[in-house]
């Protein structure tokens, strides 16, 4: 016997395991579909058995879990329809572009026509749709998973296992096809609703609702830029042979990931140098304005163009647009009534301009600080002023918006926005998210400097996606450039730091459920030495040690 307890607080006891389909009618009526159950925090398929005594919460198509679970059986769905009417063909997930994954389909041999063939393939997962099919998970040997991989062309998935080496693998099964993700998936496909594939670049776009209209796709809105930066790193991946997880492994396993981590490095900085000559090759520019998502690497990207342009003769000021906060009382507030500092209205603009406005005319001014124990402003005694040399670089998540910066006319002004956008996969069919790569940043960097535990930051995680939202991916267009802060071997050194935090999360903790889910992502790294990661690099940022002071 074991009890299972209901989120309005009933308690019901079980004689014998059972699944969470089991348990839809013991739930009140949901705003939205059920698609997973969070079962002491970890988050359950609804076909999965539950044999203990448990808290259960449902989890619906209108929260971000749950559309990443229909997300997720969607791209089985699209794997399992392309082998079935090209299985001569490899495809292979990238990165996500609105609401839509970007995947490629690869043979040397292959005379796969997109405007015909794709739609055959969309129109055969809308079959497999309609027909409701069962999505399985059955455990295969460790050396029949190898096996299936290699014999099924998907040779990321095969070199990813290679340095996993479970003795038993958990697959997923739809019809005759199986494959391999890492997260819950739809107990069958007539869960899914609509979707699209859409032709684009060298390849195509799975398309699918957003989480909050989870019944309707939104309109296609393209960011050429930011896939344009993808593109590059990703054919840069290709050259340097390591464009998944498994080749990265793999050099960690042969002793040659010191070089790796170099060459990286190397090609990060001189990307920036070129961004530094871009600035130059304008007489007119005075302000550069970096912005970018949290944990993309701001003030080390400043710091580090700022001595790229010292290189080219220039005297740079870096100065952080955190200086500017009003203070929590005059912070306006969010709709549940508590300080919005993600807005820019938390910003004193006009002191800003008033200020920058004086520099550019010749003027000297004292620069702002802000204390963010007592969340006041100070001046510390600061001054500067602007010569013919001179340039000012801001960085602040509201650099692209126009709004910050009113009366500096436009020729002043050179935008950067900050991506971290790895060009890893896992392996063929599962991609490796940049919310992901920013969120292990920061779990390391609060745990470092700031005295907060993973779940602290996980906890805020959802309001700081909801800032970058509404304030920093409006705006990216706006940018003169972007600039990728993501370097391809990263994860691994976080691993090191992110594991002992995660693992401090409480099943008791809502929080788990993410921390848990973060955890098996990073099982499938090999860690990489902290040493390796030299001091300037902006990896140094969120792990500690770097050349570079923040303060």
Same mark, same amino acid.
């Given at each position: 016997?074991?009890?299972i307890?209901?989120?309005d607080?009933?308690?019901?006891e079980?004689?014998?395991?059972?699944t969470?389909?089991?348990?839809?009618?013991?739930?009140?009526?949901l705003?939205?579909?059920?698609?997973?159950?969070? #079962?002491?925090n970890e988050?359950?398929?609804l076909?999965?058995c539950?044999?203990?005594?448990?808290? *259960?919460?449902?989890v619906t198509?209108a929260?971000?879990?749950?559309?990443?679970?229909?997300?997720?059986?969607?791209?089985? *769905? $699209?794997a !399992?329809?392309?082998?079935?009417l090209?299985?001569?063909?490899?495809?292979?997930?990238?990165?996500?572009?609105?609401?839509?994954y970007?995947?490629?389909?690869?043979?040397?041999?292959?005379d796969f026509n997109?405007?015909?063939?794709?739609?055959?393939?969309?129109?055969? +997962? /809308?079959? +497999?749709?309609?027909?409701? %099919?069962?999505v399985?998970t059955?455990? #295969?040997?460790?050396e029949?998973?190898?096996?299936?991989?290699?014999?099924?062309?998907q =040779?990321?998935?095969?070199?990813?296992l290679?340095?996993?080496?479970?003795?038993?693998?958990?697959?997923?099964?739809l019809?005759?096809?199986?494959?391999?993700?890492?997260?819950? $998936?739809?107990?069958?496909?007539?869960?899914?609703? #609509?979707?699209?594939?859409?032709?684009?670049?060298?390849?195509?776009?799975?398309r699918?609702?957003? =989480?909050?209209?989870p019944?309707?796709?939104?309109?296609?809105?393209?960011?050429?830029?930011?896939?344009?930066?993808?593109?590059?790193s990703?054919?840069?991946?290709?050259?340097? /042979?390591v464009?998944?997880?498994?080749?990265?492994?793999?050099l960690?396993?042969?002793?040659k990931?010191?070089?790796?981590?170099?060459?990286?490095?190397?090609?990060?900085?001189k990307?920036?140098?070129?961004?530094a000559?871009?600035?130059?090759?304008?007489?007119?520019?005075?302000?550069?304005?970096i912005a970018? &998502?949290?944990?993309?690497?701001?003030? =080390?990207?400043?710091?580090?163009?700022? +001595?790229?342009?010292?290189?080219?003769?220039?005297?740079?000021? #870096?100065?952080? $647009?955190?200086?500017?906060?009003?203070?929590v009382?005059?912070?306006?507030?969010?709709?549940?009534g508590?300080?919005?500092?993600?807005?820019?209205?938390?910003?004193?603009?006009?002191?800003?301009n008033?200020?920058? +406005?004086?520099?550019?005319?010749?003027?000297?001014?004292e620069l702002?600080?802000f204390d963010f124990?007592?969340?006041?402003?100070k001046?510390t005694g600061?001054?500067?002023k602007?010569?013919s040399?001179?340039?000012?670089?801001?960085?602040g998540?509201?650099?692209?918006?126009?709004?910050?910066?009113?009366? *500096?006319p436009?020729?002043?002004?050179?935008?950067?926005?900050?991506?971290?956008?790895?060009p890893? @996969?896992?392996?063929?069919?599962?991609?490796i &998210?940049?919310?992901? @790569?920013?969120?292990?940043?920061?779990?390391?960097?609060?745990?470092?400097?700031?005295?907060?535990?993973a779940?602290?930051?996980?906890?805020m995680?959802?309001s700081?996606?909801?800032?970058?939202?509404?304030? %920093?991916?409006?705006?990216?267009?706006? !940018?003169?450039?972007?600039?990728?802060?993501?370097?391809?071997y990263e994860l691994?050194v976080?691993?090191?730091?992110?594991?002992p935090?995660?693992?401090?999360?409480?099943?008791?903790?809502?929080?788990?459920?993410?921390?848990?889910?973060? $955890?098996?992502?990073?099982?499938?790294?090999?860690p %990489?030495?902290?040493?390796? *990661?030299?001091?300037?690099s %902006?990896i140094?940022?969120?792990?500690?040690?770097?050349?570079?002071?923040?303060s």
């Open positions: 016997m074991f009890s307890t209901f989120p607080g009933t308690c019901t079980f004689s014998s395991p059972i969470g389909q089991t348990l839809i009618p013991y739930f009140e009526p705003p939205a579909p059920l698609v997973a159950m969070r #079962v002491n988050l359950y398929s076909n999965r539950i044999d203990v005594k448990a808290r *259960v919460e449902p198509s929260t971000t879990e749950g559309s990443n679970v229909s997300r997720r059986t969607l791209c089985l *769905v $699209l !399992a329809a392309s082998r079935e090209f299985p001569e063909l490899r495809l292979v997930i990238g990165h996500s572009l609105g609401y839509g970007y995947y490629t389909l690869e043979s040397a041999n292959s997109y405007a015909e063939d794709l739609k055959k393939i969309e129109h055969r +997962m /809308k079959e +497999m749709i309609r027909e409701n %099919i069962p399985e059955q455990y #295969v040997s460790y029949e998973a190898l096996d299936l991989f290699r014999d099924s062309n =040779t990321d998935t095969w070199k990813l290679c340095h996993i080496s479970k003795p038993r693998m958990l697959i997923n099964k019809n005759n096809y199986r494959d391999l993700y890492f997260q819950p $998936l739809l107990p069958s496909t007539g869960l899914l609703s #609509v979707f699209e594939l859409r032709r684009y670049g060298e390849g195509f776009l799975l699918f609702p957003p =989480t909050s209209h019944n309707e796709l939104a309109k296609f809105e393209d960011i050429p830029e930011l896939f344009e930066v993808y593109r590059q990703k054919k840069w991946g290709k050259l340097v /042979k464009s998944s997880v498994g080749e990265l492994n793999e960690v396993e042969k002793r990931v010191k070089d790796y981590v170099e060459v990286t490095e190397t090609k990060q900085n990307t920036l140098a070129e961004i000559d871009k600035i130059a090759e304008s007489s007119s520019v005075k302000v550069v304005l970018g &998502p949290s944990s993309s690497g701001k003030t =080390t990207t400043s710091k580090k163009l700022s +001595m790229q342009l010292r290189v080219l003769g220039y005297e740079p000021t #870096v100065i952080s $647009l955190d200086d500017y906060y009003r203070g009382a005059n912070t306006p507030l969010d709709e549940e508590k300080p919005d500092f993600e807005c820019l209205e938390a910003l004193d603009i006009e002191l800003l008033e200020l920058l +406005m004086k520099l550019f005319n010749g003027e000297e001014v702002p600080g124990k007592t969340g006041t402003r001046f600061r001054r500067l602007m010569n040399r001179s340039l000012l670089i801001l960085e998540i509201h650099g692209l918006n126009d709004k910050l910066t009113p009366l *500096v436009q020729e002043y002004i050179y935008r950067i926005y900050l991506s971290a956008l790895t890893l @996969n896992l392996d063929d069919h599962n991609r &998210p940049t919310s992901d @790569n920013r969120l292990l940043r920061r779990i390391v960097r609060d745990a470092q400097f700031r005295g907060k535990g779940a602290g930051t996980i906890a995680w959802s700081v996606q909801r800032g970058e939202r509404l304030h %920093i991916f409006p705006y990216q267009d706006k !940018a003169n450039v972007m600039f990728n802060t993501a370097l391809d691994s976080l691993k090191v730091y992110a594991e935090l995660l693992r401090a999360v409480r099943p008791t903790e809502s929080e788990y459920t993410e921390a848990s889910r973060l $955890l098996t992502f990073l099982n499938n790294f090999s %990489i030495p902290p040493s390796y *990661v030299p001091g300037q %902006i140094r940022e969120f792990i500690g040690d770097s050349d570079f002071k923040y």
